[in-house]
C-alpha cells in the first residue's frame, strides 16, 4: 500500500512539474536517486543565449532607402534664348534683375539668381532649377513681348514690300525694328523706339533729306547724334535714354537707335536722297 501512494504523490508532482517546466528528480522505489529529468512546456522555446543579444547586422528598411533626387537644372550660365528672357524678365518683377533681358545667362543673371535662392532659403548655385523656377513663377506675372524686348534684339518682322528696291531705311513699327536694305538684301538690322500717343512717329514713305552728325534738338535742348532726317523735325538718330531705359520710355516722334556703334556704321553708309519707309 505505502508504495503505491508513493507512485501516486510522484506522478502529481510530475504533473506539477510540467506545468512550471522545472527539473525533478526521479527517485525508483527502492529510495536511490536518478538523474534528474528536465520536463519542457509545449510551444516554449528555450531562452536566449548570449550570441542572440548582438545586434542584427542586416541593412534596415531605413538605410536601404535612395537619397532624395536634386532638382533638374533648367538654365545656366552661358545659356540663350527665349526661355532666358522670360526668367530675367520675372527677375526684374521682383527686383533682382535691373539689366535687360538679353536672352543671355551672364554673370548678372547669376547673380540675382543666386540672390532670389538665398532669401527663399534654397541653395545658392546660381543655376535655375525646377524648385527655383516654380518659386519665381508664384511671385511673378507672365511677362508680355516688350517686357521680354525691354532692350531690344527682337527679331524683325518681314519687310514692307516698298523696301524690296533701291536704297531704304525699312523701319516696322510692329516688330519695332529698322533694317538698311539696298536691292532688297538686308544689310543691318537694329532694334528701334518711336514717339509716345502724343508725338507719334509719322508713317509713309519719305526720303533722308539733311544728315547732322553732333545734331542737338533746338526744341528740345537734347542730343540727337548721328542724327538723319526724313520728315520735318524726325530723324532716325542715336538715343542715350534709349540705350539705358529701353522701351520703359519714348522719343518725341524721331526715330531712336539704342545701339550706338551700329548706327554710327549706319550714318556712314546712308546718304541724302535715301528712301525712308515707315510701316506697320
Known amino acids: 500500500m505505502r508504495t503505491e501512494g508513493m507512485g501516486r504523490w510522484f ?7 510540467a506545468l512550471s517546466g522545472c527539473t525533478v528528480q526521479a527517485a525508483d522505489g527502492d529510495g536511490k536517486q536518478r538523474s534528474p529529468v528536465r520536463i519542457e512546456l509545449p510551444g516554449k522555446s528555450p531562452s536566449a543565449g548570449p550570441a542572440d543579444d548582438k545586434p542584427s547586422s542586416a541593412p534596415t528598411e531605413k538605410d536601404t532607402e535612395p537619397a532624395p ?3 533638374e537644372v533648367l538654365w545656366s550660365r552661358g545659356d540663350t534664348g527665349r526661355d532666358v528672357r522670360e526668367l530675367q524678365a520675372r527677375l526684374r518683377q521682383v527686383a533682382w534683375l535691373f539689366d535687360g533681358p538679353t536672352g543671355s545667362y551672364d ?4 547673380r540675382a539668381v543666386k540672390g532670389f535662392q538665398g532669401k527663399r532659403g534654397l541653395p545658392k548655385t546660381g543655376e535655375t532649377d525646377t524648385v527655383t523656377w516654380q518659386r519665381l513663377l ?3 506675372n507672365e511677362p508680355g513681348k516688350w517686357d521680354l524686348y525691354l532692350m531690344g534684339g527682337q527679331p524683325a518682322d518681314t519687310p514692307d514690300p516698298r523696301c524690296l528696291t533701291g536704297r531704304v531705311l525699312c523701319i516696322s513699327k510692329t516688330s519695332r525694328t529698322l533694317r538698311w536694305m539696298i536691292d532688297g538684301r538686308t544689310v543691318t538690322t537694329v532694334s528701334v523706339r518711336f514717339g509716345s500717343q502724343g508725338t507719334p512717329t509719322r508713317e509713309g514713305v519719305f526720303s533722308v533729306y539733311w544728315k547732322s552728325r553732333h545734331h542737338v534738338s533746338t526744341l528740345y535742348d537734347s542730343p540727337m547724334p548721328y542724327a ?4 520735318g523735325g524726325q530723324a532716325v538718330h542715336y538715343s542715350s535714354d534709349f540705350a539705358a531705359r529701353g522701351y520703359a520710355g519714348a522719343s518725341h516722334g524721331c526715330v531712336n537707335v539704342r545701339d550706338e556703334p551700329a548706327i ?3 550714318f556712314a553708309q546712308v546718304r541724302n536722297g535715301d528712301k525712308v ?3 506697320w
Request: no cysteine; aromatic share 8%; net charge negative.
Open 228 to 231: 538723319m532726317f526724313f520728315s
Open 11 to 17: 506522478a502529481a508532482l510530475l504533473a506539477l512539474a
Open 138 to 140: 508664384r511671385m511673378t
Open 69 to 71: 533626387e536634386a532638382p
Open 264 to 266: 554710327a556704321d549706319l
Open 107 to 110: 554673370d548678372l543673371t547669376e
Open 277 to 279: 519707309v515707315v510701316h
